[in-house]
């Protein structure tokens, strides 16, 4: 197995194409039979030329990507760059012997219900449970039912990790565009699936810290959460039996938090739902975070970014600039030391990255923050784009996040 990624820059798209290919071909060093591009929204007017122009010089290539407002590859001089607002295009090959690789387009119209059964879903994608695929996911922003998608897949497949996002058009409001071998859309899901000799891994940043308690949900309706019961501690699933409402544990809690995080509190607030009830000793990366919607001072109730129920746990999260990346760092760290992956002599092993619009230089004041971060525990090839959202697990289920970096890692299995 061998990956390799070239980043372009070049304001002429056939200049940029014949770039990024020739450079990527030359470092594969052999034939690529898949290929990843992302290509800044700048360039819209001209995306139906892309595809045609890359098939010029990779004729035999299954290709797919999207467009994004900022795009992530590997410069000149071997590091990664994250461009933003700017043209750009990246290109990542592979050569994966033993390896399938099938290309996909979904419209909306064409997924089953969330009732049919797992065979429906697998007939859809074209590839059976047993050939335990790997998924890469790229959707419209508007009509892809994304969340309905990833369901049906965690029922179909239920053991293989899928990683993606968003197609995005930055901050000009420009369409979107995917692409999928020869062609392009602007709608529904464009996907790969890799089956055979392949391990995909992922690293889900949310970039949130817990404060406070967590807390049992003891009273919800749809995204709705009435009442709550505080638990003892991050390591205990027994409450204290003390009940109260959503408003009256956030109040207590902000009073109790330092000045520093009570002005964090008033704009950057969310909740952690967790995702393994079993679990006791809670850890970042243990629950997937929503966005504080609203509350009902009348009614003590708070409204948050996804469906609760109740006997489910939620702590409060917090998020800033340095939090995200000390999250980000914890789980690089975490990696490293539970797998032992040697890139020192081959481009064996890449990495995908799909990180929101809320993150990169707006939110950290310097550009390739989280790129060049995963690069420093991790010296492979990465390239991706910036998000409309982003798509990873989070527990045994996938999810579509905002203000999240999703790393997907592909190699080869030890």
């Not at 990024?20 to 819209?44: P, R």
């Not at 390896?99 to 879903?121: G, N």
């Not at 505080?230 to 000045?259: F, H, T």
């Not at 492979?380 to 996938?398: A, Q, R, Y």
């Amino acid at each position: 197995m061998r990956w390799s990624n070239s980043l372009s820059t070049r304001p002429s798209l056939e200049a940029a194409v014949k770039e990024v290919a020739e450079k990527s071909l030359e470092s594969l060093g052999t034939t690529a039979n898949l290929g990843l591009v992302f290509i800044s929204s700048a360039f819209t007017s001209e995306y139906p030329r892309l595809m045609p122009l890359l098939k010029e010089h990779l004729p035999e290539t299954i290709i797919i990507g999207c467009g994004g407002g900022g795009i992530v590859g590997m410069n000149e001089y071997g590091k990664p760059e994250e461009v933003e607002q700017q043209t750009a295009i990246s290109l990542s090959l592979a050569h994966l012997p033993e390896v399938t690789v099938k290309a996909f387009h979904i419209s909306a119209e064409q997924l089953p219900d969330l009732d049919s059964s797992p065979d429906d879903w697998c007939n859809l994608i074209g590839v059976p449970t047993s050939d335990q695929p790997q998924f890469v996911i790229f959707a419209d922003p508007f009509s892809g039912r994304i969340n309905d998608l990833l369901q049906g897949l965690d029922y179909a497949y239920p053991h293989s990790p899928k990683v993606g996002g968003l197609a995005s058009s930055g901050l000009n409001g420009q369409n979107s565009g995917l692409f999928c071998e020869n062609r392009l859309y602007q709608k529904g899901v464009v996907g790969v699936s890799l089956s055979g000799n392949i391990i995909l891994e992922t690293i889900v940043a949310q970039g949130c810290r817990p404060i406070g308690k967590p807390y049992r949900v003891t009273q919800g309706e749809r995204n709705i959460v009435l009442e709550l019961e505080e638990l003892a501690n991050s390591d205990e699933i027994v409450s204290d039996g003390v009940r109260q409402s959503p408003l009256e544990a956030l109040q207590n809690l902000v009073q109790n938090l330092n000045e520093q995080d009570r002005r964090l509190a008033e704009n950057s607030l969310f909740v952690g739902i967790v995702r393994d009830e079993f679990k006791q000793n809670l850890e970042q990366g243990d629950f997937l975070i929503r966005n504080l919607i609203g509350v009902d001072p009348k009614a003590g109730a708070i409204a948050i970014g996804d469906k609760v129920r109740t006997g489910q746990r939620i702590q409060f999260h917090l998020r800033d600039a340095n939090t995200s990346a000390e999250d980000l760092e914890m789980l690089l760290e975490r990696y490293q030391r539970d797998v032992a992956l040697d890139t020192t002599t081959t481009n064996n092993a890449a990495a995908l990255m799909f990180s929101c619009f809320g993150r990169g230089e707006g939110l950290y004041g310097k550009p390739n923050f989280d790129s060049r971060l995963f690069s420093s525990y991790l010296n492979i090839p990465i390239s991706g784009f910036f998000c409309n959202g982003e798509i990873g697990p989070v527990g045994s289920n996938t999810f579509l996040h905002g203000y999240t970096s999703v790393f997907g890692i592909c190699r080869q299995p030890s």
